[in-house]
């Protein structure tokens, strides 16, 4: 008996032949859109500016155009009054004497600490044993605390037992009462700030000379330029743009300056050395009753003079690329 045996392809192949398997064609990688990507990088930047500039920004001008007492702001029913706050606080007489003592301790500690800053970065330029110990020496006002720095100036400034008069008694100078005169309170808080801000202008100007290519100053001495005129056509141009951004900052850092004062002075005499922050700090927390909302509105114009300085930086900034 024989047996026949039978290939047996699959189904819907004629006579049972067996053939190759259909396959699928391969699916393509679904490609992301840029954008996304773009967005999910970003996601944490914007995060970040939304929750700790936009949202307290805005709660700065909300509390400005309402009329915020202690139980309003507990119970959240502060009537609205829009502009009649800003009204109030230019109306204030402690405003222009407030914007006086701004203007004083800001372009006075912008132009002393710019130009101690840039004298230092040129004279560390140069190669020469213990610069890099001096350089660290230097950085020790901008390490220490501020409370603790001011509270040293405090003593030193001290009308009695001071180290400052100790040394002017020396040599035969009568006692000055450095923190509690009027005319004398508003500047020993701005040397204070000098002090503390050189160290900041030394870095960044010097890391901005590392950059200038030192075939410049070979070629100047070649061609029989002195060190003032080197300085003058190659030092000062090439460092202009770090220059722009160091006072910017610096205008910025000074503008909203606090602890400094207060821990000196609190703003005394008879508001001799208030600074708008200053004054808008002691409204809201330096007395016994806050009083939010014209602490809020001083915040507010400090906010708009510090961004119409930032907008006209880049600004220039902007026209000098182009030229």
Known sequence: MSTTTREVGPPGTPGGASGPAPTAPPRRPRRRSPQWTALAFAAPLLAYLVVFY???????????????????????????????VYRQVLADGTFWPAVRNTVIFVVGSLTVQYTAGLALAVFFRGTFRLSGLLRALFLVPWLLPLIVSASTWAWMLNSDNGIVNALLGAVGVDQVNWLTSPTTAIWSVTLANIWLGIPFNLVILYSGLQNIPGDLYEAASLDGAGAWRTFWSITVPLLRPVSAITLLLGFVYTLKVVDVIWVMTTGGPANASTTLAVWSYREAFGTGQPDFSPAAAVGSLLIVVALVVGLVHVRVQRRLEES
Not at 62 to 84: C, I, K, M, P, Q
């Open 54 to 84: 936009a949202l307290p920004l805005y709660r700065n001008v909300d509390l400005s155009l309402h009329d915020y007492t202690v139980r309003a702001f507990v119970r959240g029913d502060a009537e609205f009054v829009g502009l009649d």
